[in-house]
């Protein structure tokens, strides 16, 4: 049995990663995120206006794969669960982005979400069962 861990690891150099989330109907939308690996969980975050938050407020399974940029796979997908983060929690998910991604996480995507008054959204993914 693979450790949630091994699961994570190739992606923990991942510049972005392709996060496919489920609409009501089951249709998979997929969205190019940045996200941070520590130990056996990831951590993403969203403006609160955004088309994902819903669907992961609707249902929490995801898949996570390698990806460019634009959002195009690059290796397999994953399985995974996520949880919306708050207090405590969100500040570290938020301070895990922004030691990785020093620049677009740790100042402009801050900036933004101030400047458009959006509540900023952290989820932890967690790999689950095959």
Not at 47 to 70: C, D, M, Q, W, Y
Not at 80 to 85: K, T
Request: aromatic residues 4%.
């Amino acid at each position: 049995m693979t450790s949630r861990e091994d699961l994570l690891e190739p992606l923990i150099h991942q510049r972005a990663v392709l996060l496919t989330s489920y609409r009501r109907d089951g249709t998979p939308v997929g969205t190019a995120v940045n996200m941070a690996v520590d130990g056996d969980r990831a951590f993403v975050r969203t403006p609160h206006r955004t088309g994902k938050v819903k669907r992961l407020r609707n249902n929490p399974n995801v898949e996570i794969a390698p990806s460019t940029f634009l959002g195009k796979a690059t290796g397999p997908a994953i399985r995974a669960q996520a949880r919306l983060l708050s207090g405590d929690e969100a500040k570290y998910a938020s301070g895990k982005l922004a030691r990785k991604y020093r620049i677009l996480q740790g100042i402009l995507v801050p900036l933004a979400h101030r400047l458009t008054r959006s509540k900023t959204m952290h989820y932890e993914l967690t790999p689950v069962d095959s």
